[in-house]
């Protein structure tokens, strides 16, 4: 499954919204209606973190100013007031089949 | 705390052997499957190779299927990734992260466990 994010790059002054486009190749439903698609946060340096999972349920400890939505092969990461510690590479992953495929990454400036 | 902790990486050359190694902890390991993920120098994310819990199941990406073998020991708490045939192109750093959780029914929470990843260069 090819998984395409738009745009690679993205500038958003602190306060502003941003938004993140994932788009599968291939449906991401599974059982119970459920699409697996995670989105992850890597920050200058660190090791990759988890903001999403199922599309829309966020990882424990991560703010409600991340949310995720869509279904089947059209996904959006939203971080509705961005700030300045939200700088980084963030990645869509499916984990609908293996081998499970990152999109390219959308780096974050502010 | 739950963590994982890789180890095992260092400098190959073409064609050589590495054994990565995978500590986990905070967690009852043996219920959940296990991945390698990799990255490239100023690239993005790879996923290489999953393990289920009880090893039914081992996946594997074209590009390492048949050098790669990803094994685990639950009474070590460890996953192992096995890399022969190196290549120029599998230098990057290698990540563990924790995946499903295995109940006897399966529940996905995404990637939520990282350990910091350990440096394989072939060279």
């Known amino acids: 499954i090819v998984m395409t994010q738009s745009p690679l790059s993205l500038s958003v002054s602190p306060g502003e919204a941003a938004s993140i486009s994932c788009i599968s190749s291939?449906?991401?439903?599974?059982?119970?209606?459920?699409?697996?698609l995670d989105w992850y946060l890597q920050k200058p340096g660190q090791t990759p973190q988890l903001l999403i999972y199922?599309?829309?349920t966020r990882a424990s400890g991560v703010p409600d100013r991340f949310s995720g939505s869509g279904s089947g092969t059209d996904f959006t990461l939203r971080i509705s007031r961005v700030e300045a510690d939200d700088v980084g590479v963030y990645f869509c992953?499916?984990?609908?089949?293996?081998?499970?495929?990152f999109g390219q990454g959308t780096k974050l400036e502010i | 705390e739950r963590q994982v902790v890789e180890s095992g990486g260092g400098l190959a050359q073409p064609g050589g052997s590495l054994r990565l190694s995978c500590a986990a902890s905070?967690?009852?390991?043996?219920?959940?499957?296990m991945n390698w993920v990799r990255q490239a120098p100023g690239k993005g994310l790879e996923w290489i190779s999953s393990i289920t819990s009880r090893s039914h199941d081992k996946n594997y990406v074209d590009s390492v299927r048949g050098r790669f073998i990803i094994s685990r020991d639950d009474a070590k708490n460890s996953v192992f990734l096995q890399m022969s045939s190196l290549r120029v192109e599998d230098t990057a750093v290698y990540y563990c992260?924790?995946?499903?959780?295995?109940?006897?029914?399966?529940?996905?929470?995404?990637?939520?466990?990282w350990g910091r990843g350990t440096t394989v260069t072939v060279s």
């Open positions: 992953m499916q984990a609908r089949q293996t081998p499970r495929t």
């Open positions: 291939q449906s991401l439903l599974g059982s119970k209606g459920k699409s697996y």
């Open positions: 905070g967690f009852t390991f043996s219920s959940y499957e």
């Open positions: 992260a924790r995946g499903t959780l295995d109940t006897g029914r399966y529940y996905y929470y995404g990637l939520d466990v």
């Open positions: 199922l599309s829309s």
